[in-house]
């Protein structure tokens, strides 16, 4: 007999019939050993000799042996497990005595440090490993067979607000909202009102545009002696004036020749409260028909608006008066942002009111002056306002006034 594992020709096992393929299983798995004996040669199924016990199968006319040919360029197949102690073809026209692996020690839940789920014990078989508690699931840490809790956050949620549980006995303090809005439901922020805000604030800080010195400064520049205008240039300029503003002076034609600088805004500190006489409580700005004008720089309104709200418009009051009625008018009204003026320009070609002072809007409630505007952009002190008036006759000269100027930023309450 062939030991385990050898290959038999199933031409010749296929002509015993299933009884004798199951008596040949069952003689190879209990006999170990057959004494003496030679095979006997079955015509046309070649021949075998075997040692130690009886190869012989029966052919097609009676006794056969072991084929020891095989299809030319066939691939064997190996014995499968489970299967064991049993024939299988090996895909080649040959059968093969399958022998049994070794005893398999099986895996436990406890040896495997498994606590829950199904497991494969590694003999066939599956265990049940229990499953989990409370608010863990099994492999819920991200190990497998292990009790475990992946705790959630406000950002995967989507909360922006209020406390959330984390799914795993923890509480989320997932932030609040800012001033306006409350917390809802979903987690998310909402507005407490339904009308848009417009808080108004006056500027604090007013300068000209086009001389930094102080007004005793600028009253010297008249006593600088002169030839020409480039002789006022550069006394002008070493007492901070603007190149634009220096160059536009004038040497004047008199019995003792001397600069004349071009006009500027004067009496600033009077803008930081409101009065009624213009004599004494506005600034003030000699207008004519040169070409240089200067521009009244007013800032530092010291608005608080929320960092959530939304700015819908900017309106710009500004209450001036002309000297005499029908001489002064807008030149440009622009609104100051990060230090810089901007290019929206919303003067009024409507003469300036004379005598009395008059408060006259600028922009609106819907009214972005051609920009986009942030909380952090109105609030800071550079924020501001510039305004400049023009002298609207040919000859002579004429005092246009500004007492305030106030500005009221128009917005609603965003709660994103």
């Known amino acids: 007999m062939r030991p385990f594992g050898e290959r038999w020709n199933t031409m010749s096992v296929g002509k015993l019939g299933m009884p004798a393929v199951l008596a040949l299983t069952l003689a190879f798995a209990n006999v170990s050993a057959c004494s003496g ?146 917390c809802d439901e979903n987690g998310l922020c909402q507005s407490n009102a339904t009308d848009e805000f417009a808080p108004r604030s006056f500027g604090r800080s007013a300068a000209s545009a086009g001389f930094a010195g102080t007004e005793a400064q600028y009253g010297e520049l008249y006593a600088v002696p002169c030839f020409s205008q480039d002789d006022c240039l550069d006394p002008c300029l070493a007492r901070a004036g603007t190149q634009a503003m220096c160059e536009a002076s004038t040497c004047a034609d008199s019995s003792e020749d001397h600069c004349t600088p071009a006009t500027v805004w004067s009496g600033l500190a009077t803008l930081s409260s409101e009065g009624s ?90 009214d972005l002056w051609n920009d986009r505007w942030s909380p952090a952009d109105v609030n800071a002190t550079d924020f501001g306002v510039a305004l400049s008036a023009s002298f609207t006759r040919g000859a002579g000269n004429e005092l246009a006034y500004v007492d305030i100027v106030y500005v009221t930023v128009h917005y609603r309450v965003t709660c994103d």
């Open 277 to 366: 006489d213009v004599a004494t409580d506005c600034a003030a700005l000699v207008v004519w028909s040169g070409s240089y004008r200067d521009v009244l720089r007013v800032t530092d309104f010291r608005l608080e608006i929320p960092a959530s709200a939304q700015i819908t418009g900017i309106t710009a009051s500004v209450r001036h008066a002309a000297g005499s009625a029908g001489t002064v008018v807008d030149a440009g009204v622009h609104l100051i942002k990060h230090g810089v003026m901007g290019s929206a320009d919303r003067s009024s070609p409507t003469p300036w009111a004379s005598p009395e002072l008059a408060d006259v809007d600028y922009g609106g409630p819907s």
């Open 37 to 182: 004996g030679s095979s006997t040669d079955t015509p046309g199924h070649g021949s075998a000799s075997g040692s130690g016990g009886t190869g012989a199968i029966l052919g097609a006319s009676g006794m056969g042996g072991v084929a020891d040919d095989e299809p030319a360029g066939c691939r064997p197949r190996q014995c499968t497990s489970p299967v064991c102690g049993v024939m299988q073809d090996d895909g080649c026209g040959m059968l093969v005595a399958c022998s049994c692996p070794n005893d398999c020690t099986a895996v436990t839940c406890a040896s495997a440090g498994a606590e829950c789920g199904s497991l494969d014990d590694g003999c066939g078989h599956t265990l049940d490993c229990g499953g989990c508690e409370g608010e863990e699931t099994c492999g819920g840490s991200g190990t497998p067979n292990v009790c475990g809790c992946t705790p959630t956050t406000c950002e995967r949620t989507g909360r922006r607000c209020g406390e959330l549980s984390d799914g795993c006995g923890g509480v989320l303090a997932c932030g609040d909202c800012a001033s306006g809005c409350s």
